[in-house]
Every structure is written in structure tokens, then in C-alpha cells.
């Protein structure tokens, strides 16, 4: 559902009242309330797992540990370990995607916060039943040829898509590969531009 | 709970919409929502309590309500439920503030949260794995009224055991007081004509992570 700012004197309201007696009664205190918010807004999304992927292309050894046991991998990378990860390959022949049907379990220590579409009701009914449809209006039109994989997030496991390595990426750095995995492309609703099409988009 | 929140498969909610460039939060409230419930949620009520709390809101509500309006119904629920802050205390308090937004409310001597009673012991540890990569499981066509992890668009349903995580807090015990009671999680395939039938689009498949009290081996069921 859209953000709906009808609601919003209401609800303003009441998180305030909320907020205020847990600070009487001194449960929480206001610095803290800011500090984790300054966290939150500080959140630097998708760039944790864009390196993932980016190592991945590069080093083979590397790709399989990650393939195997990705919780423990990542942390190659000097990144913490998290919930539980696990990451699931893309290939010429197999698509995955990942959704949480039940409430809006995302890989946020790879991903950072969800987008609001990923925790909207579209996306949670019809990414089970119709994802090739799904993938459709985010513009990716696999061939029927291609067996999609869904993966719904039930428990505290987390899924998220190493995507394909675009042609035309031949040469480029490992950071400079980075910059071209998007967050759509790790929950699987996109693939990887080609470095010439990505340029044009930004 | 066969509740609206279990949405899998579910028709009639329209297009995916997607907003460019979207801010972490769209409101200063949600922000607040989140770090309210960060800050609470470690001493008062554990993260299937945080699920359950969002299921048991009212069908219509939880339909129109967002994303962090979810969140701050089961904060209010779970403060509620461990004696924190009353659904009454809350009440005079908006009306409070509506009349004055910016009462001077005395700011409490910080206070270490009492943490939750005890729960019951947590059980023996999770006995071996009952089934290994590749076998054939069927899941229960079971209904609970509590809170349970198994959607219901794949009840009932044949598939094969596609990864073992191992023992992992079982959310049907520590949503309801029962402790982390852990059971085997495993990661099961299922091809998407089981799930769907007709309907069905073609070359798909499904996992869902599945704790072992919800499958049984396909030849007891047979």
C-alpha cells in the first residue's frame, strides 16, 4: 500500500505519546532515539552486497565459498556477519528472486533497508504465483526457457540473487563492477546492465 | 493464524509501485517507530511476538494500514501485554499532548528494563535431522490459530528437502511463552504446478524454509 499522509496526524500523534512515556518512565531516552535513527538514516543500502557481487565475478574460489556459505564469506570482505545468508546464483538458464509472503524478511545486512514495494502488498501476493508477470512490469522479460526460482523468506534464513555479469564488462576493476549491481538486481526483479547502458541511466 | 497477513497467492492488490529515489523514511514518525522499537524490543518481547502482534491486528486495519503503522500497532501491543505502558495510559497521554504538543513531560531516571518472566526451558537440543537432501516431505494441512510460518498456499503439498540449516528457534513456541524450543529448519523445493495447479506459470520453482514439525515423510501420508 502507498504511503498514505491522510493518516499521518494521527499516527504522529500516537508514536509521539508512545515515545514520550517510555521516556518518563525512562526506558528510552531521547539521545538514544536519535542515535538510531541517525544509524538508520545513515544506512548505506545496497554497496555491501554490490561488493559481494563484484568479488564474486572476479574470484571463482571466492564465488563458490559464498555459493556454499555465504554468512561466513562475506566476512572475507571485512563485512559483519549478520543473520544468516544465503546467496543463490543467476545463470544463463536459471532466475532467482526473493520475496517474504508473510511479513517483509529482506537481507538487510547486505541490502540495507527494504524499498516500500518489496513490503507492499502487490509484490508479497503475486511474486509467488505470478513472478514471471511481476518481473514484466519491472521490465525484465525472461524466456520461457528460463526456469524462475522464488524464494519465500519463512523463517531467519536470508536469500539474496548473485546476478549475471553483464557482457561488456570485460577489464573493468572490481569497484568499478560494483557500481553497476543495483539493488533490484540482488532481489532478483532485475539483471545487471551492460556498462554502456548503465553510464546512459545515470 | 489463518490471517490476513499470509498473503502468498493472493489476488487484487494491483501493480507493483515503485517510487525513484526513495528516502529511508517517508515520515519523521517512522523513523521514530523504528528506533522505538530497536530500543525496546531487546528487553520486552522477542521477534515472533513483534510478527504475531502485527498478525492479531484487526483484518481491515492491518489492509490499510503502512508498513511502520504495523510496526507501531505491535510495539503498543507487546508494551501493553508485559505491563509496560497500558492501551489507556497511551490514550490520555495523546489527548494530552493534542491539547498541549509541547507539555513539559518529566523526563524518567533512566531504569534498567526488567527483562521478560522466564520462559520455559528452551527443551533439548533439536534431535538429528529426520530427512536429507533429496528427500521426498509432504507439508501438514495443518491450521493453527497461533502463530505459525508455514503460509497456507503450501499446506498440504509435496516437495523435496533442498537444504538443511539445522536447529533454529521455532516460531510456534517462542511466539507464545513457550521458549526457543529449536527444531530443524530446512529448505524445501517445490515445483510450482504443485502449489498452483492450471494456474500456474510455466518452468517455476518455489522454496520455502520449513521447521520439521510441519512436514511429515510422503509414505505416512500415502
New interface residues.
Partial sequence: ?????E??PY???????????????????PE???S??SM??Q?IGPLRGAKVVARAWVDPAFKQRLLDDASTAITELGLPEGS?L?VVENTPTDHNMVVC????CYPWSVLG?P???Y????????A???????LR??GLKLD??????????????RYMVLPMRPDGAEGMTEEELAALVTRDTMIGVAVVQPPVAAAAAN | MNGVHDMGGMHGFGPVEREEHEPPFHAEWEAHVAAINRLVRPAYYNIDEFRFGIERMDPAHYLRSTYYERWLATIEHNLSARGVISPAELESRMELLQRDPDADIPRGAEVVPVPPAPQPAAGTEAAEPRFAIGDAVVTRNAHPTGHTRLPRYARGKHGVIHLVHGAQTFPDSNAHGKGQDPQVLYNVRFDARELWGDSAEPNQTLYLDIWEPYLAPVSAQA
Avoid at chain 1, 11 to 29: F, M, Q
Avoid at chain 1, 101 to 104: A, E, N, R, W
Avoid at chain 1, 128 to 134: D, G, L
Avoid at chain 1, 144 to 157: G, K, T
Fill in positions: 500500500m502507498p504511503y498514505n499522509p493518516q499521518e499516527v504522529s500523534l500516537r508514536t509521539k505519546a508512545l515515545e514520550s512515556l517510555l521516556i518518563e518512565k525512562g526506558l528510552i531516552t538514544a532515539v536519535d538510531v535513527i538508520f538514516e544506512d544468516a544465503n509472503t508473510l511479513c517483509s533497508l524499498p516500500t514495494w513490503k507492499d502488498f502487490a509484490y508479497r501476493s503475486r509467488v504465483i505470478e513472478p514471471r508477470a511481476v512490469e519491472f520461457e526457457s528460463v526456469r524462475v526460482h522464488v524464494w519465500d523468506s519463512s523463517a531467519e534464513e
